[in-house]
């Protein structure tokens, strides 16, 4: 049977009758569709998601929704996130082979992906509650982070590629509002649909909204994420977005992607590190295993920025290929020093970007409407609100102070000082 070209949300009853004609899926799975086992696993904010397995294989099929599933159908949101998340993943897959879910088909209409399904990955948040390491984790997703920021950006692309992609990605209009609205602004102002730990937090979170050069900054960040659109972003790139195995990472879900600053996703995650690293002791028991986890989520952190510098530096000297900075104007004139200065100075404006950013999404998880499990399961309110108060603040100076950080050690020693509640 073939799909009609009318949306209807799937289900694992119907699934196998509606897509049994799909040719991708019944190479990949086996074609029998009367076998088909599908079952729906969608743990995130807004999509369905099923595995669909046959006696030849598994794949993921991810349908959106005509609304935000976080919320109900009060909150609509367009079934075109869809298409934007396919042409993201088929840039990041020419941008960094392998490093996200291969995409087997999509049909616009009914705004789905089927797409690779990785086994035995779980994703990256789970793992990090439960105290496992990932071997390499900093340097995989801080060459990803490169990879796509680099090669989406006017660095490399050529004008008109970089034009019109731009124009298709600003289409991407109501996923852009929702992280201009819950990351940007609600979370400084009593917003309705907020929430955070009460009455535990109710002071320090009144300090924040108290804080105007926080709120300026909040807005500077803001403006920065809607006007400069310096490379293709994955729009969302938390430790949700992130699967995983003990050896191995790779990137899913990016319908936020958008043409968005060099320092936009590597700030998101290294925020989304920082608040790992500070729920840690309340989900690993034993002292010395969450001391030795959490030493290696801060070296995470340091090895993602590495391989980004490393990354990013490589490809400035290999692949300069688009209008920015070019050769023709440095190297070619024997002005080779001026262009590892303009490099360095890049770099430089990247790292004050993704501490602000970092900072800022560490606020709007423990103030906003979507929180993270990390700190949300945390059972006891008064353990959970210790918990956010570091990352809260920690967030605030990383903000308030992000153009006048050192570098990468001084938010891990931020950190350090903030969980042993040495202000010194
Ligand atoms: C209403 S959507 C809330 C959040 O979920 C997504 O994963 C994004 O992080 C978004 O901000
Ligand atoms: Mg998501």
Known sequence: MVLSSEYEALSPETLGTRLAGVEALRGAIGGNAADWSVSEVGDGNLNLVFIVEGGEGSVIVKQALPY???????????????????????????????????VLHFDESQAL???????PHIILRQQLMAGRRVTDLGRVIGEFAARTAFRGSDLSMTA????????LFAGNVELCDITESLVFTDPYFDAPRNRHTSPQLDGLVAELRRDEALKISAQHMKRAFTSRG???CHGDLHAGSIMVTDGEARVIDPEFAFYGPFGFDIGMLVGNYLMAYHAAGAHIADPAACAGFQDWILEVIADTWAAFVAEFSLLWHTERTGILYPRTLYEDQGHGLASEAALQGLLAEIFVDL??????EMHRRILGLAHVAELDTIA???????????CLKLGQTLVNNRASLSGIGAIIALARRGETGDQA
Do not use: H
């Not at 992906?113 to 086994?119: A, D, G, P, V």
């Open 113 to 119: 992906i089927i797409m690779e399904r990785l086994q």
């Open 160 to 167: 008109p590629e970089k034009k019109a992609d731009t124009a």
């Open 230 to 232: 310096e490379t293709l």
């Open 380 to 390: 006891d309110p008064d353990i959970r609100a210790a918990c956010e108060a570091r």
């Open 355 to 360: 501490s602000g950013f970092a900072g800022i």
């Open 68 to 102: 935000v599933r976080l919320v109900g159908d009060s909150w609509p949101l367009p079934l075109k996130r869809a298409f934007f998340e396919y042409n993201a993943l088929i840039r990041q897959e020419d941008r960094d082979p392998g490093r996200t879910p291969r």
